[in-house]
């Protein structure tokens, strides 16, 4: 006779096998074209017939993809680096000091997660060709920063509300600046915010593709969004092309999560609830 939990369970490790099995298997199929020899010939396929890695070979040299992967990176890490700053001393302003349009600049940070990024574009464009900044890789750090900072500013006010006041008081008493105060007492203490957004600037950076697309006219300076769409043709796709070069793109976001999981995990579920 089974026991009374033995099917419940049964059932939840179906589902979470249902679950991995629908979310890994598109990472699965990718990589699996992506070594197979005759993935060029017959296109995407479940089972590779042999292994090779000429394909990727074939996408770092022929396709110049190592120089697109270098510009993303320089992109990316300079989105995460400054829209952290910026966005932990803005949160650090709007949860701390009271100031005239206070709560008018934090309903105006929602607002601006509502517009929809196509509608941008053209503005953007035209803004960045009057300060000389298309075709730069600046320039398009800059914009996405831009687009960062609403989401981290709202998420990062609300871990250092979180924060007592009286531990920040506390460090005063004891003789230190508010330049100490802030690297020793606050800092450490909304890390797990600072995590949380900078992944969202991560993948911000590294996927996105209208503006670099529009923003970048020389091959030198495409970014890996951008370069992935040397490998389709007018009328057919190099998937054995396409795929290594989806699995380059892929792999440093694993590398990225992985590295941050923790303090991923922690920063999703604490903070952002007061104020």
Do not use: C
């Not at 008018?104 to 517009?115: D, E, G, H, N």
């Not at 996105?208 to 992935?228: P, S």
Request: proline content about 4%; hydrophobic content about 60%.
């Amino acid at each position: 006779m089974r026991r009374k939990g033995a099917l419940p369970a049964i059932g939840r490790t179906l589902g979470v096998i249902a679950v991995l099995v629908f979310a890994l298997f598109p990472a699965y199929w990718m990589i699996s074209t992506a070594v197979d020899t005759d993935a060029a010939r017959r296109g995407a396929a479940l089972v590779p017939t042999a292994f090779t890695l000429s394909h990727f070979e074939r996408v770092l040299d022929d396709g110049g993809f190592a120089l697109f992967l270098r510009n993303s990176a320089i992109v990316a890490v300079g989105t995460v680096v400054v829209s952290a700053l910026v966005a932990l001393l803005a949160a650090v302003a709007v949860a701390r000091f009271t100031f005239s349009f206070r709560k008018a600049m934090l309903v105006l940070i929602l607002l601006v997660q509502m517009v929809p990024l196509e509608a941008l574009v053209i503005p953007l464009f035209l803004q960045a060709r009057n300060l000389q900044m298309l075709n730069s890789l600046l320039g398009l750090t800059i914009v996405y920063v831009a687009f960062s900072l609403p989401f981290a500013v709202w998420m990062l006010r609300g871990f250092v509300a979180a924060v007592p006041k009286e531990v920040e008081e506390a460090a005063y008493v004891d003789g230190a600046s508010w330049g100490r105060m802030f690297r020793s007492i606050l800092l450490p203490l909304v890390a797990p915010g600072v995590v949380a957004t900078s992944v969202f600037s991560f993948i911000t950076a590294w996927n996105e593709f209208i503006f670099a697309l529009t923003f970048l006219q020389d091959a030198d300076k495409y970014t890996v969004a951008v370069g992935l769409q040397r490998f389709f043709g007018q009328n057919t796709a190099d998937w054995g092309a396409v795929m290594a070069a989806s699995t380059l793109i892929t792999l440093p976001v694993v590398v990225f999560f992985v590295i941050i999981q923790r303090r991923l995990a922690s920063g999703l579920s604490a903070g952002a609830v007061k104020g």
